[in-house]
């Protein structure tokens, strides 16, 4: 599975919308984007998820670059209980199943 | 969503003894599931995949005399630490696969703290 970057972490204010990045340069043409989060001391919550289009649902909006190579997470107004770590992590859609979880992004929300 | 379900969600135990950790998939069948474990202020690290009827396989690195894991039925995976050993403390989580929605998605349980003195 392709390699994520992100940045360590964001901060953004209470109320307004939270734009995480991820850079995925070496991603695959069957590889799909995948984002949880994990609150502290949980276990990671299923976000969101998308191959080449645009996604957006009840949590969150998912964009991808045309070329795929990056993808940004969007919160669109961010509440305090949105403060935890956001993996974004590619994926084949293999027999595998399995999901290799990188650093992600520690996102803290200011009041 | 789906519901997975991990018992205990915390457990102390002395050095030497063995600790089953349990994972069930509440309203859905899950023949694969997933253990990790994650230490204090670093990512989930997958440990093994666990399926259903079959023996579990391990990621490299991961001892599977060590980390017993079975798959007895279509909503419950087990891991046993066996003789554990203050290293061993760490956080477990579960994950399972919903079989009936093609496996798009993994849903995870809340988490097991293991703490071995």
Request: one cysteine or more; proline letters at 4%; charged letters at 20%.
């Amino acid at each position: 599975d392709a390699k994520t970057t992100q940045p360590t972490s964001m901060d953004c204010a209470e109320g307004r919308a939270a734009n995480l990045p991820c850079n995925h340069s070496t991603i695959s043409g069957n590889e799909y984007v995948y984002w949880y989060r994990q609150i502290h001391s949980q276990g990671p919550q299923y976000i969101i998820h998308g191959l080449k289009n645009n996604e957006t649902n009840e949590m969150a909006s998912l964009i991808i670059t045309e070329d795929r190579k990056s993808s940004t997470l969007i919160l669109p107004h961010a509440t305090l209980r949105d403060t935890a770590v956001y993996y974004c992590i590619v994926r084949v859609m293999d027999s595998s199943y399995k999901l290799i979880f990188g650093s992600g992004t520690r996102l803290l929300v200011r009041p | 969503g789906a519901v997975v379900s991990q018992h205990p969600s915390w457990v102390i135990c002395k050095s030497g003894t063995s600790v089953k950790i349990e994972c069930r998939s509440l309203d859905f069948q899950a023949t694969t599931m997933f253990w990790y474990r994650q230490f204090p202020k670093q990512s989930l690290m997958l440990m093994a995949t666990s399926n259903e009827g079959s023996k579990a396989t391990y990621e490299q690195g991961v001892e599977k005399d060590k980390f017993l894991i079975n798959h007895a039925s279509l909503t419950l995976s087990t891991l046993t630490v066996t003789s554990a050993h203050p290293e061993d403390s760490s956080f477990y989580i579960c994950s399972a696969r919903d079989s009936g929605t093609g496996g798009e998605k993994l849903f995870f349980g809340s988490g097991t703290q293991l703490s071995v003195l």
